[in-house]
């Protein structure tokens, strides 16, 4: 009768027990579900950011080579503007000269804006750069979780397995 009484008893503590330990599992595993949810929201986020950063990036490529052709366009300008006022040596040089002068302004302005675009390309590059790392880290945390509530469930595999035996 008193191995039964203490049979009776440890059975009780031990029911005890792993109804905490079930209690503690469903809290930590909601906890974890929650850490996953936010962790793939901030990815989808990362994911957004970076295409919208990606198409950016290819606008201002695209505006880059127009600045360029427009730059060629000038340069080529120029130089037919200089060998027209070498030829025509005397004919309207003044107003050729002002023309050259603007026109050298312009392609001033649009080295800079070209200069400035390569700048924001870069800066957005490294932008993009800079969430791939930050995806990858949450990558490693999810992996990491992951990893962590297969060991909680094999924890408490293995204590359901014990209580079964008793």
């Known amino acids: 009768i008193n191995r039964q009484l203490v049979f009776l008893s440890m059975n009780k503590k031990l029911s005890r027990e792993a109804q905490e330990n079930d209690e503690k599992l469903r ?3 909601l906890s974890m579900t929650r850490c996953v949810k936010e962790l793939s929201d ?3 986020a990362l994911f957004h950011k970076n295409h919208l950063l990606g198409n950016d990036c290819q606008k201002n490529t695209e505006r880059i080579k127009l600045l360029e052709e427009e730059v060629e366009f000038y340069q080529n300008k120029e130089g037919l503007l200089k060998h027209q006022a070498n030829v025509e040596a005397g004919k309207n040089i003044q107003a050729l000269e002002m023309e050259l002068e603007l026109l050298t302004e312009r392609y001033n302005k649009v080295c800079e804006e070209e200069d400035a675009l390569k700048n924001e390309v870069q800066e957005l590059h ?3 750069l800079q969430f791939e790392v930050a995806h990858g880290r949450i990558v490693e945390e999810l992996a990491e979780k992951t990893t962590s509530i297969e060991r909680l469930e094999l924890l408490l ?3 359901k397995r014990k209580y079964s035996e008793i």
Request: net charge negative; hydrophobic share 15%.
């Open 27 to 29: 809290k930590i595993q």
């Open 157 to 159: 595999n293995d204590e």
């Open 126 to 128: 490294d932008e993009v």
């Open 42 to 44: 901030d990815k989808e």
